[in-house]
């Protein structure tokens, strides 16, 4: 299928750039007039745009972490999955995110803020652009390609009011019959991203758009709905819909796990809404490729990437792979008791003979979401411990491993010049993320044995990944078991959330979870807890009821002339 690549769009519209009368005559050189604009090919244009902003860049290739898809900083590193790695004095606001201390000056907050409304405002420009071509008296779209446009435009502009809304909590509504200068903040935003959500799921199809993977389907729409329900606890109507999503798909047991974080089996069937990345072939050097992960890498000399060493798993995290003599997690978090560290803390001299412990009895799931000493990494070669890490004193002894790409495929996956920024496609959603959002409302309605049967589909598909061998031998004892019953709908609960963990570690979701869940202060600190015994950077972390949003940008409240309104705690 032919793949529908992102291409930055500026919507250069005519400005008056003096007050000299000549220059309100012309239209300045090198820029496109409204006039100009409002064409077919205008309007597709500024969709395209639109779908471009996700990838969460609009000014080159640094400085766009934490608008990056995957939102390992603000969805990662801010809960008990990941740590910022690198040193403690690189990027160090990143630093003050992990500790939860955020300041309305973090630069990472302010980029997140304008990435997404410029991507709001791209989404109401094309609106506009649509409506003033479909009321011209000739070169309209057909009434069904013009439906087709504002359906995906406003399924985007759902995306990124919900990224924005489940970070900032009160944010300004923009739309594009909106005239105000500045927008108060004091609006329930979540009407308006259900409106845009479910126009989309009425009017688009189960296929993509002009045939082009990469835009968004009635698939898509269903799910992103679905998901925007359940975060509004309503469970009753998100249901159908993930349930629609699970029906137009192949059982989640047929298909492979590793092929979600593979650049070349992008856009599979288990892919629902993914961002599509380029690099190489698109004379962007690296601008339309995965730039918000461009730090995620191991860091040593002589490793196929070696930028930046940022993003590393937690111990808590890898310890939560443990299972019991069952096969099945630790639901307890007695996963804490002898805790797997690796080699964190040996001397020189142990870590010269370090031996990776093969009895350890894991889900295998933690080998192909992290690398660990002695463990075979993509096709890299063995995990070498310290010499992949930047600095393992302020990160730990693992590396993430979902955001890189094979060494064989470096050649062509990564941005010319910028030899970090990959091709790899970040999925906003995918079948295993709906199955267990099912699963979840299906417990909180009371239908335990259908929750079980989803959350049994997750793990019987876990239980198929290949064992990471060394020496003919595989290099732990992996172990995944089916849940025998959902005895009572806490344990139903504790369940489903601790499968959500284990199958979407370092993907986005986990503070957002816990946030949504109501348990991010007792999560948080019981973690800080354990975590601070080995990084005294984390002990005696309290968490507030501010932590479970961020402060909103001053330099956003200050252009607003003080309309907008700082969150209450900052």
Known sequence: MKRFNYILFAMLLFTAVSCRKEFLEKNPQGELSGEQLQTQDGVEG??????????????????????????WLLGEVTSDNAHKGSDNGDQPNMNLLERHSPTSTNDNLSVMWTRCYE??????????????????????????????????????RGHYYFFLARAFKNIPLVTEATTEAAVDNTADIYPQIVSDLQFAVDNLTATSPKGQVGRVNKIAAQAYLGKVLLYQKKYAEALPLFNAVIASKPSITTLSFTDNFDILKENGPESIFAVQHSVGTDGSGGDNGNVGDMLNFPYGNGLPITCCGFFQPTLDLANSYKVNAQGLPYLDNSYRTNPYISDLGLSQAAKATYQVDRTLRIDPRMDYTLGRRGVPYRDWGLMGGDSWIRESSNGGPFVSMKNSIEASQIASGTGPGNANITGLNVNLIRLGDVYLMAAECEVELGNLTRALTLVNNIRTRAGMLPAKVVGAAPIANYVVSLYTAFPNAEFARNAVRFERRLELALEGHRYYDLVRWGVLKPTLESYFAFEGGYFSYLRGI???PADEYYPIPQEQIDRSNQVLKQNPGY
Do not use: H, M
């Open 542 to 544: 309290v968490i507030d």
């Open 119 to 156: 991507g709001i405002q791209r989404c109401n420009n094309t609106l506009r652009l649509l409506a003033a071509v479909q009321a011209l008296p000739a070169g309209k779209f057909s009434d069904a390609r013009a439906t087709e446009i504002q359906a995906e435009a406003r399924l985007l």
């Open 46 to 71: 500024a969709l395209t745009g639109a779908y471009s902003l996700l990838n969460g860049n609009t000014n080159g290739t640094w400085g766009n972490y934490a608008s990056g898809p995957s939102q």
